[in-house]
């Protein structure tokens, strides 16, 4: 038990939409157009040179929802975490190890009874923003000291890995985390950022070589089982027709509980592997005789859980996961004109997008966009000159709560339209939408001028 104590993707250039494999994700395409647009100079494409700064240990503001069972009421604290990485200056197409240190939780033990070595079991998310946005999924061994009766929790480490999609700056910031306990019963204590996103504690820069990037990826029918049990693993992206192994992975190694099998002509596929080793703290895919993060996907967070008790009976019922997907009311917007010689703001409404969370685990979910450059009969105006203004609704009931982004500019970087944090339990439906507006030059030459705004879900 446990409560709060006192302390992008590469661009489209890759290929077609229909050949993209996205982990958990859909595509969105809206084009953007205007009357009376003006005209720029082209952009010269060139990325700035930038250096990795070191890595730095922040804090940040977190809630804790302790247990039910522990009749405690939700409490604000301070998380102290830092973020590292393996490589900080990786080419596109790279794996990066992340590792996320939480050096004092905003949680601890309730009750004035010592918890025992070795039951807890963190998972977490670190946020990119930048050059890449998105997350990563981190996950830690079932490691830890004995904790004193309403004492601290201990310090922790997590880790990931994520591919490089894109040149540039990509900062790293601690994201929520959840501690699960395996001790009498089963239980978790998430904990999520106040204030997302939390400071950045790491930044790296990426640079383009213009080589493949690895577009493996893997999601899991549930997070969480029995030892002996089989989880339900599906893949997409993996070479076609070839060797892939799906293991249990116990933060570091993949163990010895592994599945070997054929995928199928397109590159995916659905395996059960059993899973025993209790030190499994999730689970990974791979081509070859060993783990490869250049040829592999995962971890993605798995928790087994205790036995059935003596004397007593289990009765089992089945909720199916779904998937992670969005729809959009409309795929073309026309903004607001403006006359030549003044220029202004274009203003107009996106179409509104239906996002539909059903895959039923701890994960989040973040929707960004990025515009191209707008082009017309006079040239184009740049990327950089919209900007909107997000908003999200969520359907009542639903376990998660929406949260839209910042107002500002999109731009070909891109920037975040809306997401939900990582919990105990996520889910639900949102309706998501933003007001845009166009910064037209004065003098631009009249006509008509249109972008396109990819919309991402991860």
């Not at 393996?86 to 033990?109: E, L, S, W």
């Not at 076609?240 to 995928?263: I, R």
């Not at 996002?355 to 009969?377: E, H, I, M, Q, Y």
């Amino acid at each position: 038990m446990a409560t709060a104590g006192p302390s992008s993707r590469r661009s489209a250039d890759r290929g077609s939409a229909g050949r993209r494999r996205r982990w958990a994700a859909a595509l969105g395409v809206t084009a953007l157009a205007v009357a009376g647009a003006g005209v720029t100079a082209p952009s010269a494409g060139a990325l700035a040179t930038a250096s990795a700064t070191a890595s730095v240990s922040v804090d940040f503001p977190t809630h804790c929802v302790p247990p039910p069972i522990a009749g405690i009421p939700p409490i604000d604290g301070t998380t102290t975490a830092q973020i590292t990485v393996d490589n900080a200056a990786p080419k596109v197409g790279d794996t990066v190890t992340v590792t996320y240190k939480v050096t004092k939780p905003a949680a601890g033990n309730p009750v004035n009874i010592a918890l025992p070595a070795d039951i807890m079991t963190p998972t977490g998310k670190v946020t990119l923003t930048g050059a890449q946005s998105g997350s990563v999924t981190v996950t830690g061994p079932k490691k830890n000291p004995p904790v004193p009766g309403l004492g601290e929790f201990p310090p922790f480490e997590m880790t990931g890995t994520f591919t490089v999609t894109a040149p540039g700056e990509i900062k790293l910031s601690p994201g929520d985390y959840n501690i699960h306990t395996s001790y009498v019963l089963e239980l978790d204590t998430p904990c999520t950022v106040t204030n997302p996103p939390a400071p950045v504690s790491e930044t790296v820069v990426a640079t383009d070589d213009g080589g493949p990037v690895n577009e493996r990826t893997i999601t899991l029918g549930t997070a969480s089982g029995k030892p002996g049990d089989r989880v339900t693993v599906t893949g997409a992206g993996f070479t076609p027709n070839t060797d892939v192994t799906v293991a249990g992975w116990n933060g570091s190694a993949p163990t010895a509980d592994k599945l070997t099998s054929k995928s199928t002509a397109t590159g995916g596929f659905t395996f059960r592997p059993k899973i025993n080793d209790p030190a499994t703290v999730g689970i990974v895919a791979f081509e070859g005789s060993g783990w490869d993060p250049a040829k592999g996907a995962g971890p993605a967070a798995y928790t087994l859980v205790g036995d059935v008790p003596p004397l007593s009976q289990q009765l089992n019922t089945l909720v199916a996961s779904g998937t992670l997907s969005m729809t959009q009311a409309g795929d073309s917007v026309q903004l607001t004109s403006v006359d030549f010689g003044q220029g202004g703001s274009s203003t107009g409404d996106l179409n509104a997008v239906t996002v539909k969370d059903f895959r039923g685990g701890p994960a989040g979910w973040s929707l960004t966009g990025r515009v191209t450059d707008f082009s017309g009969p006079g040239g184009k105006i740049d990327a950089g000159k919209l900007s909107w203004t997000p908003s999200c609704s969520t359907k009542a009931g639903s376990p998660s709560t929406c949260a839209a982004g910042s107002a500002g500019v999109v731009g070909s970087a891109g920037a975040t339209l809306a997401a939900t944090p990582n919990g105990a339990m996520t889910g639900g439906e949102f309706t998501v939408g933003a007001k845009v507006a166009l910064d037209v030059p004065a003098f631009t030459a009249p006509g008509a001028y249109t972008g396109v705004l990819t919309l991402t879900l991860t």
